[in-house]
């Protein structure tokens, strides 16, 4: 999965909790807000 985005003032938790319920294996995430959505994944198992 690739993500990337630009600041919009985005809540990416839901986020989050959809990609950690789906058998995805990579996430590539770049963009100006990368550190934001990547900070989403943080302890996050399942």
Do not use: P, T, W
């Amino acid at each position: 999965m690739i993500l990337g985005s630009s600041d919009k003032g985005a809540d990416y938790s839901e986020l989050a909790k959809e990609i950690a319920r789906q058998n995805v294996r990579l996430i590539i995430i770049n963009g100006a807000n990368a550190d934001e959505i990547k900070g989403s994944f943080k302890g996050r198992k399942n």
